[in-house]
């Protein structure tokens, strides 16, 4: 079955250094999405990308990139890691579905993330 | 820029009860709905899709209904069970395919 994969699931790093979650996807889909979940915030959008060699920012990009170089995977990279990116991030995507006429996002498990 | 609020925060009911989830939006420019289902320590479990030219969908004993001119959306959860317990969150979809989610609400059946 087709699926949304995330790695590592738990991580705890130090302040600094560079971290890389892995979003690994075998739906095929075009669209692949980013997003971290707080207390009292919700679900945000960090980056997105609607197909190799495309990224987009969303709502709270800063200190994060992304890179897309084939239609599986799309890594998100913390460039030095800060306490306030402590947090859980989501890895999502998306294709048009031609028999319901929509988009439907399909989500991953998620990557607990502590930066001490 | 758009925002989705959800009341109450949180919900508890005794088992059995039928149950209203109430989700309102701030721009009706919106493309579908999503109503999802989120347990503790686990990923988003996608309950109902709803889009934009459409009032409402079933699933099992759930209903969502969409007014997009006044902005709300309401899920109907019928005959609650204990394993109903979750957070339920909504989001909205734009022309870009970006979801815009509600904070939740989190509910508990008392058996």
């Known amino acids: 079955d087709a699926e949304i994969t995330q790695s590592p699931r738990h991580k705890i790093t130090e302040t600094g250094r560079q971290v890389t979650l892995a979003c690994h996807q075998t739906?095929?889909?075009?669209?692949m999405f980013w997003y971290r979940q707080d207390l009292g915030h919700g679900l945000r959008l960090i980056h997105y990308?609607?197909?190799?060699?495309?990224?987009n920012k969303g709502e709270v990009s800063d200190g994060y990139s992304v890179s897309r170089s084939n239609t599986e995977d799309l890594p998100l990279t913390l460039e030095s890691a800060a306490s306030s990116q402590t947090s859980v991030y989501f890895c999502?995507?998306?294709?048009?579905?031609?028999?319901?006429?929509?988009?439907?996002?399909?989500f991953g498990p998620g990557t607990r993330l502590t930066v001490t | 820029k758009q925002e989705v609020t959800q009341i109450p925060a949180a919900l508890s009911v005794p088992e059995g009860e039928n149950l209203v989830l109430n989700c309102s939006f701030t721009?009706?420019?919106?493309?579908?709905l999503q109503w999802f289902r989120q347990d503790p320590g686990k990923g988003l479990t996608s309950l109902l899709l709803?889009?934009?030219?459409?009032r409402e969908q079933t699933s099992g004993r759930l209903n969502a209904s969409l007014d997009k001119s006044s902005g709300r959306s309401t899920l109907y959860i019928a005959a609650s069970q204990p394993g109903d317990s979750a957070t339920y969150l909504c989001a909205v979809v734009d022309g870009n395919e970006k979801l815009t989610f509600g904070t939740g609400t989190r509910l508990t059946i008392i058996p």
């Open positions: 709803i889009q934009s030219s459409q």
């Open positions: 739906w095929n889909h075009n669209n």
């Open positions: 721009d009706s420019a919106i493309y579908n």
């Open positions: 990308s609607y197909g190799v060699q495309d990224t």
């Open positions: 999502a995507s998306s294709d048009f579905a031609g028999t319901s006429g929509t988009y439907e996002q399909y």
